[in-house]
T-cell receptor
């Protein structure tokens, strides 16, 4: 694997639930990202953290709340999601200005 | 805003042939462009990066070209194998720290 892990790999939740996605990177990188990937659509960047500071928030609804406690860990807290939020959520990390990104395996989220 | 188009959603070729995938962009030329491979249910894996001052980059059976006049990158896989079957994504840097824009991908199927 790539050195970026994500848990859980699969998640089914109701619209009223609260859950969190976790990402961990063991590569010594200084930037971490959350992406959403829906069927037949390009990867959509949600959040970027650089040196643990959020530098990008792509107009993501407030029902998605990221947290980056240190440079190795990234969370995505979920609450009152909608069925259209069902997708593959990918975490990535990078080092350096050329920004080659290393992705985790993703969490397949289904909102009922 | 920058838009990316990958030539086709799907490409089917016979084993041993060369696969050629196209990535076109509409706006400014990025400082670099990347290609990733994604298998079903997995995160993208970085393959190659090409800078704006480079015409061509090679890695084993892979070759990438970058034409800033045509605003196009071509990705070639020579002597293709069934194991090359996957979705291939191109990504452009946007000039902002940590931000890549991804194309929608081309799914390559190599038949034995």
């Amino acid at each position: 694997e790539t050195g970026v892990t994500q848990t859980p790999r699969h998640l089914v939740m109701g619209m009223t639930n609260k859950k969190s996605l976790k990402c961990e990177q063991h590569l010594g990188h200084n930037a971490m990202y959350w992406y959403k990937q829906s069927a037949k659509k390009p990867l959509e960047l949600m959040f970027v953290y650089s040196l643990e500071e959020r530098v990008e928030n792509n107009s993501v609804p407030s029902r998605f709340s990221p947290e980056c406690p240190n440079s190795s860990h990234l969370f995505l807290h979920l609450h009152t999601l909608q069925p259209e939020d069902s997708a593959l959520y990918l975490c990535a990390s990078s080092l350096g200005h050329e920004n080659t990104q290393y992705f985790g395996p993703g969490t397949r989220l289904t909102v009922l | 805003s920058q838009k990316i188009e990958q030539n086709s959603e799907a490409l089917n070729i016979q084993e041993g042939k060369t696969a050629t995938l196209t990535c076109n962009y509409t706006n400014y030329s990025p400082a670099y462009l990347q290609w990733y491979r994604q298998d079903p249910g997995r995160g993208p894996v970085f393959l190659l990066l090409i800078r704006e001052n480079e015409k061509e980059k090679r890695k084993e059976r892979l070759k990438v070209t970058f034409d800033t006049t045509l605003k196009q990158s071509l990705f070639h896989i020579t002597a293709s194998q069934p194991a090359d079957s996957a979705t291939y994504l191109c990504a452009l840097e946007t000039g902002n720290t940590g931000k890549l824009i991804f194309g929608q991908g081309t799914t390559l199927q190599v038949k034995p």
